[in-house]
């Protein structure tokens, strides 16, 4: 494989963006990308492979190619010429305006779109929504997957999770002491319920961080940000939470829950940095969660990654 990360900043490339997020948005894309991943298959091949019509192959390999998420090569074959397909890249990651590096010396600060996850599983009530409407449908968790996502202001769900790929935008001759990631959360319930605890948990790049036992959903009042057209019976507004790991341990608003130090991580070997959030299949009370964006809630943020350095 010649190329491993493809870098897309939104604000200049948005008819690429557009491209490789529509590529993206289909499970048979999706099985297609995975089983090429270390292979070269011919469309008669891939169509063996899952199941399904040579021409839904050769249709959904055009999304791909045209998104340049595939290599396609020409070569012989027992009945003339055939194309060889091939997936170009391990990551992908988007750059929106707002994300490049800060002038603080120290800091590196990224904020990430709540609907810009690069991966999921969800299950009911499930959902989300701009500050114009619903994207997709309710409580469908395949709704993840529309285009449309990237403009979501509001997530949802039961159990499961969402997981975001940030830049990793280190700098080589420099070594962080502290990574900090914060979001406006509460749980989720049909309806709204103050009471209503949900143990939320945060990884990064696939080290469990630590848990948050969010006291419930809030619906008392509309939210200082949040459209006039959503419902007040709806999820109106969470509490700012900030997980940390530094080079002694793990906290969440400052409380120690676990021992994970910033050097267990392995930051410098990631082109990018995974933050996952979401409910535990073992977890003591699943009671979903709300993920709210810059638009939604009482916090005029959206997922905030922040690294400071020694």
């Known amino acids: ?53 040579q021409s839904t192959v050769s249709t959904n390999l055009k999304f791909l190619e045209e998104a340049k998420l595939i290599k396609v090569e020409i070569a012989s074959g027992k009945k003339g010429a055939q194309k060889l397909c091939s997936h170009r890249y391990e990551e992908i990651v988007f750059q929106l305006p707002g994300m490049e590096r ?21 299950s009911p009530p499930c959902g989300l929504c701009s500050t114009e409407k619903i994207i997709g449908y309710l409580d469908v968790p395949k709704s993840f997957f529309e285009p449309a996502r990237a403009t979501a ?32 959360l509460s749980s989720e319930v ?37 459209p006039e057209w959503w419902k007040l019976a709806g999820s109106q507004y ?33 082109t990018s940095i995974k933050v996952k959030i979401g409910i535990k299949e073992d977890a003591k009370n699943v009671g979903g969660i709300n993920i709210f964006g810059s638009s939604f809630g009482n916090y005029a943020q959206d997922i905030i990654m922040r690294l400071e350095l020694e």
């Open 190 to 226: 049909v309806g709204t319920n103050k009471d209503w605890p949900s143990d939320i948990t945060l990884w990064i790049d696939g080290v469990e961080i630590g848990t948050w036992t969010s006291p419930g959903d809030y619906g008392d009042k509309r939210g200082k940000l949040t």
């Open 102 to 122: 800060k002038p603080q010396e120290n800091i590196i600060e990224v904020e990430m779109p709540v609907g810009l996850y690069t991966d999921y599983k969800v």
């Open 1 to 53: 494989m010649e190329e491993k990360l493809l870098v897309i900043h939104v604000d200049t490339e948005k008819d690429n963006a557009f491209k490789v997020l529509n590529a993206l948005a289909s499970n048979i894309r999706l099985d297609i990308l995975d089983l090429i991943k270390d292979k070269k298959l011919n469309v008669s091949e891939i169509a063996k492979e899952l199941c399904i019509p």
């Open 238 to 270: 969470g509490m700012l939470k900030k997980w940390s790991v530094t080079e002694t341990g793990s906290l969440v608003d400052g409380i120690n829950v676990s021992g994970v130090k910033i050097n267990d991580l392995g930051i410098r070997s990631h």
């Open 153 to 184: 202001s509001l997530i949802w769900f039961e159990r499961g999770f969402v997981e975001y790929k940030f830049p990793n935008n280190l700098p080589v001759d420099r070594k962080p002491k502290k990574i900090e990631i914060s979001m406006e």
